[in-house]
Structure formats: C-alpha cells, structure tokens
C-alpha cells in the first residue's frame, strides 16, 4: 500500500506519430501503423523502423543542442517541456530543489559512436567529438532535462531494458511518497533507429523481417507475427501527491495507483516460460492498488509482437484475469521505443481513461491459437474504465507494471 | 588558405554545426558572446581539423572563450603556415 496517492498532471509525448500528445493519440485511434523504410538503415538485414518526423522533432527542440547531445537526449528534452506546460507549472517560479527528473533509458546511444571508432582504428583521438560521452551516457537525459527546466532535486536515468520507461515512473513514484520531492518529472526516452541498433537486435533474433511490408511488421499477437518493430520516442509525465496537485488547482489525468517491478532471474533475454516474473508483477500492481483482478477495466499489454513474449504475456493474463477486460497493442501502431515504452504506454493508458476509448491493435488479421483475450481492432472501442492496467516486460527478464485510475 | 577564407570556414561550421544565426557570426564576436563554452570551443577546432585537415587538437590550441572567430581563424591559419600540405581533409564521416 502506497503512503500517498500520486496525481499525473501534465502529459508530453513524442512518437513516430509526431510531437504532442494528440498527434499520437489521434494517429492510434486511426490504427495507423508508423513503421516505414529508413534509408539509414539502407543494406541492413533489417532496414524499417518508426521514426519521429524530422522536421517537427528540429522545430520543438530549437537550435543549438543536436551538436552536443544524442537523439534520446533531445526527445526526452522535447516531452519534458510539453509536460511541464501541460501541467500548468512554471520553472521560473517553482522550488526546483523540490523537482525529481526519472528517466528510463533502456538501449544504449550510438548516434557518434561509428566516428569514433573510426577515429580510435586510424589512432587519431584526437579529433574524437569532446561530446562523444556527455552526448550518449544514458543519466543525460535527466541531466539535461533539468538543466533545460531548473530541476535540482534527485535525478537519475532507470534501466530496465523495455521495461525502463514504466519501472522510472514506478520509482518516481516512491520518491514522492517518501517525501525526496514534490513535483517528478519522470517516463522514458530512447532511440532505436541507429544502424547499430537495428543490427544487433536484429543479430539477436529479436526483430520482424518482414521488409516487404514495414507498415504490417509489428502485429502483437497474430498469428504471423515474427518480431519487433525498432522504433524511438520519449514520454514524460508530471507526477505529484494528490494534495500538491490540489493545492495547485490542477485537475489530474489521473492517479498513479499502484506499482509492482519484479525480475524472472531465468534467462538474459528469454521470458520465464510460465511466466513467472510477469504473474508476480501483475498480482503486485493489483495489491499495490488495492484493486481486484474484476476492477480492471482495460490492460494495455507490452505486446511487443514477438512469437515468445505476446504468448507467455496472454498466458499470463489470463491466468491472473479470469475473465480479462479487453486488451489493446499500442506497438503495433508506434513499435518498440525500448526504454520510452513502458511511460508512453502510461500516458496512452491515462488518454484511454480521459476519453473512456481503447485504441485499436494495428494489424490483426489472424489472432494466434490459444491466446483467449479479446482484444480491441480495426476501430477505437469506447468503454466506460476507472482502472487501467500496463505491462511492461524487459530483457533480463525485468518485468515493470503500473495500474492507472481515472481522477 | 587567406585569412577570410579561414573565417568564411568558420562561420560556416559554426552555423551548421552549432546552429547559430550566421547574422550573429562576426569576425570579433567572441564565444562568450555566442554562448559557447570552453568544450564548444575543442568542438569547433575538432570539426575544424576534420574538415581542413589543419592539425588544431594539439596542446597550444586556444581554449579561452573571451577569444574571437578572427583570432581562432588566425591561429588554423598559423598551424597551417607551419605544416607540410595536409592530407585529403573530410577523408571520414
């Protein structure tokens, strides 16, 4: 049992889908997948992935800060300062030492890293970047997003793998109940699209292969589905106690009611087959809660589309949910942000609540045999919710859920 | 190469390295003044070197950022003056 209840009372975003909440809100409730080609993938066993737009990502950022920090580092700056406006708080007039920056940050950041190694071959370290570290090291997108914004209370990056962005608002919400800050601007921020990236998962075996149609790639819990879709992306949300937010007059998207991380300490990359880790952290968020199983209206499922996890996830759910409440993919439409997943989940799970919807899951034409959960296609489904569940589960089998209760 | 030439190179890095307005970039603006500090600095004479081949990441390299686009050019221009003809600049990415 929590001490305290946490409000949500700013939301920002930033997807393959674009900058802000509604850009990816809408394209979801489209089914709209967002995978497509990427030319810097060009030659790669695997060469799609969801990226965010260009253009838009340069116009929210402003100028001056792609020469010294990586990708990560400039979407979870972007969804920070969205956040904070969304919760109608003002840097210039808040107690900073009182403000917490909890950043998941699962993969690790390559953007420069090609040119230095480069660099290290021709034995010219010389001209190696002074920002090849502080642009990459994963602690730097809190670093940054508190020097942008005047946070100097705790700030730390979370890594949990794919379960990053869901296990920092889990801690971020401890720190405020324990009273270490007032106001947690806390989700996840990665980025997936590197040719380094792509690579590696891809070597791993984790990813879809399915080039002849990017957008159809990432289909949780079909029967075709072979993998996951890189993507990249950065959700923050502006967590506080409820009677800070009170005080403040600001009505929450919602409350942050419970909290489980476990691990399966079974295989580095492999998910226990009975799922083990999964079952503790979906049973612990519920009594974190203190909500039963019937109180949950919605889950929102980590659903990354590969043959193994989407398997021992709806196992999982059906075995803690007797009768589960319908399910929905939010992958299958944005992919795989690793580290931002879990929070960008958090906050589509908190819009489902704002708007008493379930998005639908992209792309699935053929349910698998034996996964018995009704899950939400081809058209937004509106359903009354109070309580949202969402999963998150990592490689090294850290497994992160959050239950999200309307206001 | 002339010393405009030099500071026609740097404000050219400097505007698409950095980003900066090129309607901030003048000869005796200093990094102070352009809001760089001393790591910006290595950085523009990294970049510098890679795309003139000019040896600049060496131990008497400026590091001061009270110095101006024009002192740092006449110094690339000075290291050029003292070295055989630089190799192919630009050779990787």
Redesign the interface.
Known sequence: MTAHETAVTGLGLVTAAGVGVKATWSRLCQGHPTATRDPALHGLPVDFNCRVPETELANALG??L???TDRFIQLALVAAREAVRDARLEPAQWSGERVGVIVGVGGSSYDTM??VC??LA?ATP??????AV?RGIPNMAAGEIAVDLGARGPGMSVSTACASGATALGIAHHLLSAGMCDIALAGGSDSGCHPLTAAGFWRLGALSTRRHDPAGASRPFDTDRDGFVLAEGAAIMVLERAEHARARRVHPYGMLAGFSATTDAHHHTRPHPQGDGALRALRGALSDAGLPPTDIDHINAHASSTPLNDRVEAAALCEVFPEPPPVTATKSVLGHSLGAAGAIEAIISLMSLRHQTIHPTANLDTIEDGIALDIVTKAPRPQRMRAVLSASFGFGGHNAVLVLTAP | MAQEATLATLIRLLSEHFEIDTADLHPDSTFDELGLDSLAVTELLVVTEQETGARLSVADAPTGTSISLADIAWHIDQRRGNQAPAPTAGADG
């Open positions: 100028r001056g792609r020469w010294r090609p040119q480069a660099h021709r010389e001209i190696i970047s002074p920002t502080p």
